[in-house]
Every structure is written in C-alpha cells, then in structure tokens.
C-alpha cells in the first residue's frame, strides 16, 4: 500500500545560512504542536544529528546518496515510521555534492529520490532585491527538484523584510528570521560543538522561540502534507534472538557513530553494550566498536584510565573481533600527540602514533575495496563512507584492510590497519553501503565467544 508520509527538506545556498538552527527550532515547534517530527540529517555528518536528538530525545538518521543510494528510501521510510512528520536537513549548498556535474550525495538529489517538497534558506545578510534572483537560479537549476518556499535568515528589519519577499517572482515566502544572537551555536575543528558536552535546554528553547515567531509554520505544514505517497512498501526488519555482545565505546570522547551501524548489527544477532574508555572497566563482550569523536581533547584522561588500555589491548592480543575508526583508532595507537603538542600513551594495539594538526588534514566521500579477508569484510567487498580529520598517523605497517579508489586513508591509498582481529582506520564506514558487514561483524563475534 502507498504510505503517506508528510516529508520536507529544509536546504540552504551554501554551507552557514543557518539551516541548522532553523531546522532546530522547527523541530522543536512541531514537537511543541505534538506532531512527533522525525528528524534526518542529509550526507555524512555527526554533530548536526546529535543537536537533532537532543532536542527531540530520539535519535536523528543521516541520508546519503553517494554513501548508500540504493538504500535511502528504504533507511527514510522505516525511520519515519511512527513520526506524524519527517525533516529532513540539507548539507552544504542545495545543489552541492560529490563534485561539480554529479548529483550524488547532494541534498537535491535526495529530495528527489523520496519525492519531498524543499524549503530554501537563503542568507539575506547584506543583500536585498538580489536574493530574488538567488531563489529563481535555485528553482530554475533543476526542473525536477521540487522548490516549495523561501526562508530568510539574518534578516536585518521589517523594511528589509518587505524588500526581501518583494523580490521573489512567484516563490512562496514562509518567513524571514531577524538577526538574533540566540541563533548562533558554538563551534570547534571539526564542527558544531556535541550537544552533550554542553546541553543548554533554554538556549534550544529561545532558539525554537524565535522560529516560530518569524516562520509561517501552517505553510510549512501544507507543504510537507502535500509530499506524494511513496508506493513502495519496506518491512521492518525482526532482530533475532541475540548470539553475542558487541561493546560501543560512547562517551565525550567517543561519540561520532552513524545509529543505522548500531541497529543493523543488533539486527544481525547482537546486543550492543555502551561503555566508557574513560570511566570505566571494559565489559564482558565478545566484540568492541570504536567510532571517532574528540580523543585529542580528553586524551590525558583516557591515559589516567590505564586498566581500560591494557584490557583493550589483551583483547585485541587474543583475537576478538574489533573495529575502529578514525577517534577510534588514535586510540588503538601507541600514542597521540594533542593540540598542545604533548604526547599521551594509547593502547598500543598498532605500533603507530597520531599527531594533531594545525589544519585539517582531509575532508570527503572515500570508496575502497578489501584487499584481503578481514574481521569486517572478504577480500574484494567495496564499502563507501567520509574521512574528516586534523590530524596524521605515522605507522610501522604493513598490513592492510583496504585500498581505496577515492579518498587518501591513512597512507598511499591504504586505510584499515590489521592485527589479528583488529581492524582500525581513518574512514568512517556507513553499514548501508555494503550491507553484509553487520552480519559478518557479528558472525566473527559469534565465533570467538565459541572459542
């Protein structure tokens, strides 16, 4: 049966218009009006989904056309399932993606797969009749991508207001959000700063204050209403009985994880047990799973929890199953080196260490394929996922998982280094792009709790 799903993408012209904190505060409205809003981030990006799921308490879903293609209707419908709406956020510019003619991985592109209506922010700092002809490029550049309304953003009075929606011909105005400091979100290297690190709930409530009063919200919900049905039909997947215990490093310097990795390994038969490198002793598992974060920034009290190390490490010595990637690997190294330029023992499960930089390093899509059997995947599998780090790993390796088509890795195309049962890289690997890995993660889990 056709499902309705009333659905819109709120995009932007390019990277800080001011669509995240718009998206927030309509998140937080739709919520206040108890419509349940499902919350999406589009493309490979971590700190926008947990403002996402600190404002609504449940957890925001990232889309990505390059990453998982084929799967994003599928990941978009079982993720709304239940939500009375579903907002979906944009990366960078509307039209920006893998590069400059491909689509791919652009907030455009999704729109278009699932058929949802887009809301433009437009930055009108500085700007007036000129933002018309923003728009109508905008609408104009793809016929088939859906342009349902403007938002403005910094907008600087009501006379400025007037002359901004004056502009557009034949655009649908929903509002214009005057310039206001409770719209600015604090930021570091690689983003926006976590949510949890420092939650202010009044901040997200004047935030969500100052959407609803600039933003024609009933707009907005017609148009998400009038999203077309999708037809095709997706079943909810049934975990099984769980077979093995998979622990997940989660806490404020572990905390970049993509929530589909989570629940697709708990649906391949595994119950996943959060634990602190920081805080605490490591759990009785038959697998870890190290996601990136801030390790740099909490470095010295990872070191002070040196029982923690050294169980890692005997871990990976008798052979189980763990995966690491990039925050996650610095830690598997023998040492970091922090922003400050002091040294920090690791776990010293790789003979390596990973050193901050003063810039970054690398950002993008990366593609590569298994050079051989590993604990995460069989020789010649392809997986797809981004790299975003400021700093470089210096490593006496030899073996390696991957070697990649796009992207750089850790050395000369080669991501993933290999001990044993060790698999550590500075890719961020989305589960969707190559979805026998959960099952294998799982699989080799199940096998060393046998043994």
């Known amino acids: 049966m056709p499902k309705n799903i009333p659905r819109v993408v709120i995009a932007a012209t390019h990277s800080g218009a001011g669509k995240s904190t718009i998206t927030m505060g309509l998140l937080m409205t739709l919520q206040k009006k108890g419509l349940d809003p499902q919350s999406f981030k589009t493309g490979p990006d971590y700190l926008d989904p947990m403002h996402h799921t600190m404002v609504l308490g449940k957890e925001c879903r990232n889309l990505d056309t390059w990453m998982f293609g084929s799967e994003a209707e599928r990941l978009f419908v079982n993720g709304s399932e239940g939500s009375g709406i579903s907002v979906i956020e944009g990366v960078m510019g509307l039209y920006d993606g893998v590069d400059g003619i491909n689509e791919?991985?652009?907030?455009?592109?999704?729109?278009?797969?699932?058929?949802?209506?887009?809301?433009?922010?437009?930055?009108?700092?500085?700007?007036?009749?000129?933002?018309?002809?923003?728009?109508?490029?905008?609408?104009?550049?793809?016929k088939d991508v859906f342009l349902a309304g403007v938002i403005f953003n910094r907008v600087g009075s009501a006379n400025h207001m007037r002359i901004l929606e004056s502009s557009l011909k034949g655009i649908p105005c929903l509002g214009g959000v005057f310039r206001d400091d409770c719209m600015k979100l604090e930021s570091r290297h690689l983003g926006l700063i976590p949510a949890a690190e420092n939650y202010d709930r009044e901040k997200y409530e004047k935030i969500a204050e100052h959407v609803e009063k600039c933003v024609d919200i009933e707009k907005i919900l017609n148009i998400a209403r009038s999203a077309p049905?999708?037809?095709?039909?997706?079943?909810?997947?049934?975990?099984?009985?769980?077979?093995?215990?998979?622990?997940?490093?989660?806490?404020?310097?572990?905390?970049?994880?993509?929530i589909h990795n989570i629940e697709s390994l708990e649906?391949?038969?595994?119950?996943?047990?959060?634990?602190?490198?920081?805080?605490?002793?490591?759990?009785?598992?038959?697998?870890?799973?190290?996601?990136?974060?801030?390790?740099?920034?909490?470095?010295?009290?990872?070191?002070?929890?040196?029982?923690?190390?050294?169980?890692?490490?005997?871990?990976?010595?008798?052979?189980?199953?763990?995966?690491?990637?990039?925050?996650?690997?610095?830690?598997?190294?023998?040492?970091?080196?922090?922003?400050?330029?002091?040294?920090?023992?690791?776990?010293?499960?790789?003979?390596?260490?990973?050193?901050?930089?003063?810039?970054?390093?690398?950002?993008?899509?990366?593609?590569?394929?298994?050079?051989?059997?590993?604990?995460?995947?069989?020789?010649?599998?392809?997986?797809?996922?981004?790299?975003?780090?400021?700093?470089?790993?210096?490593?006496?390796?030899?073996?390696?998982?991957f070697r990649l088509s796009r992207g750089f890795g850790i050395e000369n195309g080669r991501d993933g280094m290999v001990v044993g049962n060790t698999v550590a890289g500075y890719t961020h690997i989305h589960f969707a792009s190559n979805p026998k890995i959960p099952g294998r993660f799982v699989g080799n889990c199940y096998k060393y709790a046998k043994n």
């Open 104 to 142: 791919e991985g652009s907030t455009a592109h999704l729109s278009k797969i699932l058929k949802a209506p887009v809301i433009l922010v437009i930055d009108a700092r500085s700007m007036a009749r000129s933002a018309g002809a923003i728009a109508a490029g905008f609408k104009d550049y793809d």
């Open 229 to 258: 049905p999708i037809s095709r039909e997706y079943r909810q997947t049934t975990p099984p009985k769980k077979k093995v215990r998979i622990g997940v490093a989660k806490d404020k310097a572990f905390n970049f994880y993509y």
């Open 267 to 401: 649906e391949a038969g595994a119950e996943i047990v959060p634990f602190s490198p920081i805080d605490d002793d490591l759990p009785d598992v038959d697998g870890l799973y190290f996601g990136g974060g801030f390790p740099e920034l909490f470095s010295a009290d990872l070191e002070r929890n040196s029982s923690m190390m050294a169980a890692v490490k005997k871990a990976s010595d008798d052979g189980m199953p763990i995966y690491a990637e990039c925050g996650g690997m610095m830690y598997l190294s023998e040492s970091l080196i922090d922003l400050d330029g002091k040294e920090h023992k690791m776990c010293g499960v790789f003979d390596s260490v990973s050193n901050m930089t003063d810039s970054r390093a690398t950002l993008g899509y990366v593609e590569m394929t298994a050079a051989e059997d590993n604990m995460l995947c069989e020789k010649g599998w392809s997986v797809r996922g981004h790299e975003f780090h400021y700093s470089k790993t210096s490593a006496k390796q030899e073996k390696y998982a």
